[in-house]
Nanobody, 112 residues
Framework: QVQLVESGGGLVQPGGSLRLSCAAS?????MGWYRQAPGKQRELVAT???????NYADFVKGRFTISRDDAKNTVYLHMDSLKPEDTAVYYCKATQFGRNVWGQGTQVTVSA
C-alpha cells in the first residue's frame, strides 16, 4: 500500500519559517501540497512534477518554495515570511496515472 508520511509542522511566530517534508513509498509524477484551514475548503498550495515544473497558488508566491528529491521520493515545502492566515493543516498529495494519494496532514500554526 502506497503511503505518504509528512513531517515538519509546528508552531511558528509571524515572519518565521518552516520546512515540511513528505516521503512517499514510491515515485510519483506529481507531488504537491494543499492546505485546509478551519471552516474552509482544502486549497492548492504548490505542486511540482518529476520534470521540475512548478505551480504555486498566488497567495504563496515569493514566500513558499516547493522542491523534491526523486532519489528519496520526497517533496519539500519551504515556507518563509509566514503569516497568521497560513495557519492550516497541510496535506501532501501525490498523483500518478490519474490516481491520487493523500498524506495524513501536518498542522502549521502561525501565532505570536
Amino acid at each position: 500500500q502506497v503511503q505518504l508520511v509528512e513531517s515538519g509542522g509546528g508552531l511558528v511566530q509571524p515572519g518565521g519559517s518552516l520546512r515540511l517534508s513528505c516521503a512517499a513509498s514510491r515515485s510519483f509524477l506529481i507531488m504537491g501540497w494543499y492546505r485546509q484551514a478551519p471552516g474552509k475548503q482544502r486549497e492548492l498550495v504548490a505542486t511540482m512534477t518529476s520534470g521540475g515544473v512548478t505551480n504555486y497558488a498566488d497567495f504563496v508566491k515569493g514566500r513558499f518554495t516547493i522542491s523534491r528529491d526523486d532519489a528519496k521520493n520526497t517533496v519539500y515545502l519551504h515556507m518563509d515570511s509566514l503569516k497568521p492566515e497560513d495557519t492550516a493543516v497541510y496535506y501532501c498529495k501525490a498523483t500518478q496515472f490519474g490516481r491520487n494519494v493523500w498524506g495524513q496532514g501536518t498542522q502549521v500554526t502561525v501565532s505570536a
